[in-house]
């Protein structure tokens, strides 16, 4: 049985028994286990069906962490974690033996992030352990941002959903590795790509479209709706799939009253990108779960936390 509730002690008795708990952040929720645990790690792989070469992100407590979990800590590394954390910032650093392999698939270095939301930070600040913790969907699928979204795919697979309401940031962090002098951007998330180039004006993206060693998991279909989700100009798209029971995922125009919509989720009718990040998940979940043919998707400003719904959004409509 899966329950749902906001009680801290008993979250924390679970993960210290070495189950799985699922537990917000302000991204998106976890599926959260003692990272320091072998076994309850492999828990998260087998129900998640998540294929072991993807690494898990560990969720620490403080900064002073980082020399924990981490060998070595590039200046920029701290820089960043003094100016970003608690928050949607994941750094990929060179492992401690303490880390077990399973955690990091392997790979020599390990994402760690202090998560921002207050039910996170007070889990983490009672546990003796970090938290390993992946999205809690089933491998591919669109990531939860409420806790019913969790309980409706992993139910009866879990003892329990910590509820900490809805993630404010609504995608998943920001990942930054750093490899000799350069700082890399692995994945667009959470905390804008703007942000990071003013803390380290050199960082550059280096976006893994397919399976690249340094973070497997961004795997170019992901992210995705069952149902196909095509990206573009609604008008157009509507005028090339004409008849079919379709949606509209639109940025800030409601398309509902247009012939041939069917349903139309608006991520922000004032045009707000954060609101629309926050929007994103929830509303594709909607529109996958209705009773329709088609999604039709168009890209919001690509600008700020906006380029991260794009690449979720591209993500989603790729085969
Ligand atoms: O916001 C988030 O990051 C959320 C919340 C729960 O913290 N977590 C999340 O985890 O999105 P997940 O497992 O869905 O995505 C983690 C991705 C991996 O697929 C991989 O691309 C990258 O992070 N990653 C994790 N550890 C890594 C490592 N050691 N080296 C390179 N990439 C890593
Ligand atoms: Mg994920």
Request: negative net charge; charged residues 20%; contains cysteine.
């Amino acid at each position: 049985m899966t329950v749902i509730g906001s009680d801290l002690n008993e979250a924390a008795r679970l993960l210290t028994a070495g189950q799985l708990v699922a537990i917000p952040t302000e991204t998106v929720y976890g599926l959260a286990a003692n990272a320091l645990n072998p076994e309850a790690v492999l828990r998260i792989f087998e129900v998640k069906e998540r294929p072991s070469f993807d690494p898990l992100i560990v969720h620490v407590n403080s900064i002073a962490a980082l020399q924990e979990y981490a060998s070595s800590v590039p200046p920029q590394a701290l820089a960043l974690a003094q100016e970003f954390w608690p928050g949607p910032l994941t750094l990929v650093l060179p492992k401690k033996d303490i880390i077990p392999d399973l955690v990091t698939s392997g790979l020599p270095g390990v994402g760690l992030r202090m998560p921002a939301h207050p039910l996170a930070l007070s889990l983490l600040r009672q546990l003796p352990f970090p938290l390993a913790a992946p999205s809690a969907n089933p491998f591919g699928y669109i990531s939860p941002t409420l806790p019913q979204h969790v309980y409706r795919q992993l139910q009866g697979k879990i003892p329990y959903i910590l509820d900490g309401g809805p993630c404010t940031i609504g995608v998943e962090s920001t990942i930054v590795g750093f490899e000799g002098d350069e700082v890399l951007v692995y994945r667009l998330g959470g905390l804008p790509f703007e942000h990071i180039q003013r803390i380290v004006p050199g960082a550059q993206l280096r976006l893994n479209a397919s399976s690249n060693p340094a973070a497997p998991g961004m795997l170019l279909s992901h992210y995705a709706p069952r149902k196909p989700l095509l990206l573009g100009e609604i008008e157009k798209l509507l005028e090339m799939h004409p008849g079919r029971r379709t949606a509209v995922l639109s940025f800030r125009r409601d398309f509902s009253d247009i012939p041939g919509v069917s349903a139309c989720e608006v991520l922000s009718p004032s045009g707000d990108l954060h609101e629309a990040a926050a929007h994103l998940f929830a509303a594709m979940r909607r529109l996958d779960e209705a009773d329709l043919d088609l999604i039709l998707a168009e890209p919001v400003p690509d600008t700020g936390i906006g380029r991260a719904v794009n690449d979720r959004l591209r993500r989603a409509s790729a085969e």
